[in-house]
Antibody, heavy 121, light 111 residues
């Protein structure tokens, strides 16, 4: 079964760092891009960026460039999203998704279950 | 404010058809045939319903269809069923600078 499994919920204080994960299984991990999407409480979906797990090539949304860092460790078929200094406004659910198709296609056919990040003093 | 504009809500009775619009610009929806649609039930991850404007992934009901005219894409759901009640988001490729933009989402209520 093709699946993405994300790490568990996190509660952090402003200024702390954080790295959440998204582990792929059931398919050739390095053949696909993994994208990240944010959903703030009660709000819509926002695209953060995407990483090609084969060579860690990344593309960031201009809105999130410099705010987050994406990485991947293909030896353990896991993609990561990290923050160096969290803000309260980073409180949200974060989803990873597997992109299918070629450049331009934004079809994410498999999704992780989401990781809730809460940042509060 | 979202990059793509969707109606906040739409509704329909079981068996009816509804259409959700998604209006962008000549830099995103109008420029590329890379519009996708996602269904999201409360507390759940998004589910891909349509991609590349009109394509339907395996396993998605043929009651769901997509189209595009100019800067506006549309998702049509025919033969409405109770389980279609959810939030729907459109998504478009926006070129090599912005990459991907989402709509603000539309809440579908099945009356």
């Amino acid at each position: 079964e093709v699946q993405l499994v994300q790490s568990g919920a996190e509660v952090k204080k402003p200024g702390e760092s954080l790295k959440i994960s998204c582990k792929g299984s059931g398919y050739t991990f390095t053949d696909y891009w993994i994208g990240w999407v944010r959903q703030m409480p009660g709000k819509g979906l926002e695209w953060l960026g995407i990483i090609y797990t084969g060579d860690s090539d990344t593309r960031y949304s201009p809105s999130f460039q410099g705010q987050v860092t994406m990485s991947a460790d293909k030896s353990i078929t896991t993609a990561y999203l990290q923050w160096s200094s969290l803000k309260a406004s980073d409180t949200a659910m974060y989803y990873c998704g597997r992109r299918v198709g070629g450049a331009g296609t934004n079809a994410y056919d498999v999704w992780g279950q989401g990781t809730m990040v809460t940042v509060s003093s | 404010q979202s990059a793509l504009t969707q109606p906040a809500s739409v509704s329909g009775s079981p068996g009816q058809s509804v259409t959700i619009s998604c209006t962008g610009t000549s830099s995103d929806v109008g420029a590329y045939n890379y519009v996708s649609w996602y269904q999201q039930h409360p507390g759940k991850a998004p589910k891909l319903m349509i991609y590349d404007v009109t394509k339907r992934p395996s396993g998605v009901s043929n009651r769901f269809s997509g189209s595009k005219s100019g800067n506006t894409a549309s998702l049509t759901i025919s033969g409405l069923q109770a389980e279609d009640e959810a939030n729907y988001y459109c998504c478009s490729y926006a070129g090599s600078t912005s990459f991907v933009v989402f709509g603000g989402g539309t809440k579908l209520t099945v009356l």
